[in-house]
């Protein structure tokens, strides 16, 4: 694998922590306005949803939290690996980048189906 490769592997991991930052903002304000909402509410079904999307929500920081986490130290392990004597990557290493590749596309189907389930609750509420 050309260096330059090794470089896109490197940019990729930061471009997802940078989105990954966005999202912990955007779900943490999402939170703060299902707190709002939550104390309009008294019908018991939108109270029941209110905890649900709660709880969604939660899970969700913490799923970005470790995503996160995982992207950061695999970044490191790349640098680890350009700058060792062999100067390229082994083949853990690049299958472990696909399978934080595909978390990272998961996760981010899932986060737009809960902002999706959010604003169709707040839109009926």
Not at 24 to 41: M, V
Not at 59 to 69: A, F, W
Not at 94 to 108: K, P, T
Request: charged share 30%.
């Amino acid at each position: 694998m050309v260096t330059t490769e090794i470089a896109q592997l490197s940019k990729e991991c930061n471009a997802w922590r940078e989105t990954l930052r966005s999202y912990k903002e955007e779900f943490g304000k999402l939170k703060q306005q299902l707190l709002g909402i939550a104390g309009t509410q008294s019908h018991k079904e939108d109270l029941v949803q209110v905890d649900h999307l709660d709880n969604q929500i939660h899970i969700q920081l913490i799923n970005i939290h470790d995503l996160k986490q995982s992207i950061k130290v695999h970044d490191r392990k790349i640098q680890q690996e350009l700058s060792s004597p062999r100067g390229r990557l082994s083949d853990e290493t690049v299958s472990r980048h696909e399978i934080l590749h595909d978390g990272y596309q998961f996760l981010e189907h899932t986060l737009q189906e809960v902002k999706d389930e959010f604003k169709h609750f707040t839109a009926r509420t």
